[in-house]
T-cell receptor
Framework: DAGITQSPRHKVTETGTPVTLRCHQT?????MYWYRQDPGHGLRLIHYSYGVKDTDKGEVSDGYSVSRSKTEDFLLTLESATSSQTSVYFC???????????????FGPGTRLTVL | AQSVTQLGSHVSVSEGALVLLRCNYSSSVPPYLFWYVQYPNQGLQLLLKYTSAATLVKGINGFEAEFKKSETSFHLTKPSAHMSDAAEYFCAVSDHNQGGKLIFGQGTELSVKP
């Protein structure tokens, strides 16, 4: 299994509070991704990173921010959580071939977030 | 823009029967295509992938998929279902020129009856 951990694995919070989810990898891979999984929608990309301090928006980035100060860590922050952000969040990593990412994405175990 | 459609959110088969999970994609560039499996309360595990080599791709656990460009399809099959195949299956497409971002289908939940 790829060395990816996510923390916390479960979290319950209240509307309006800030929340930070952490993804940690031990593979030294360049690319990291945050997805959310909701019934009927599959997984949707929130943000991704293609290197330290290099990030970009995905399909559903509103209400989320990310940071990557080290290769191994990719943080996802909900500045002010809303009930619509109740979801399961997955981190993924992938390696590179040359300058593009062509390899398989490997997924972490997920974080189940409930916003009351 | 790329997109993926999985036909059927739920598929039920009997143990020993053929498994067929359908996936159609839309892409303006030659795609990379993936099938992932998710067991309850777990992350996603790669079953197989197509990256412009052989059109018939074999994966783990006896699954295979065939890339058909003319039909823009990448259906997943397994000749004989096992109880342990019960899970949710996701088809995904990647534009390998855009940071390898994956676009997922909605998922198909496979049930296997004894």
């Amino acid at each position: 299994d790829a060395g990816i951990t996510q923390s916390p694995r479960h979290k319950v919070t209240e509307t309006g509070t800030p929340v930070t989810l952490r993804c940690h990898q031990t593979e030294n891979h360049r690319y990291m991704y945050w997805y959310r999984q909701d019934p009927g929608h599959g997984l949707r990309l929130i943000h991704y990173s293609y290197g330290v301090k290099d990030t970009d928006k995905g399909e559903v980035s509103d209400g989320y921010s990310v940071s990557r100060s080290k290769t191994e860590d990719f943080l996802l922050t909900l500045e002010s959580a809303t009930s619509s952000q109740t979801s399961v969040y997955f981190c993924a990593i992938t390696g590179t071939s040359g300058v593009v990412s062509t390899d398989t994405q490997y997924f972490g175990p997920g974080t189940r977030l409930t916003v009351l | 823009a790329q997109s993926v459609t999985q036909l059927g959110s739920h598929v039920s088969v009997s143990e020993g029967a053929l498994v067929l999970l359908r996936c159609n994609y839309s892409s303006s560039v030659p795609p990379y295509l993936f099938w992932y499996v998710q067991y309850p309360n777990q992350g996603l595990q790669l079953l197989l992938k197509y990256t412009s080599a052989a059109t018939l791709v074999k994966g783990i656990n006896g699954f295979e998929a065939e890339f058909k460009k003319s039909e823009t399809s990448f259906h997943l099959t397994k000749p004989s279902a096992h109880m342990s195949d019960a899970a949710e299956y996701f088809c995904a497409v990647s534009d390998h020129n855009q940071g390898g971002k994956l676009i997922f289908g909605q998922g198909t939940e496979l049930s296997v009856k004894p």
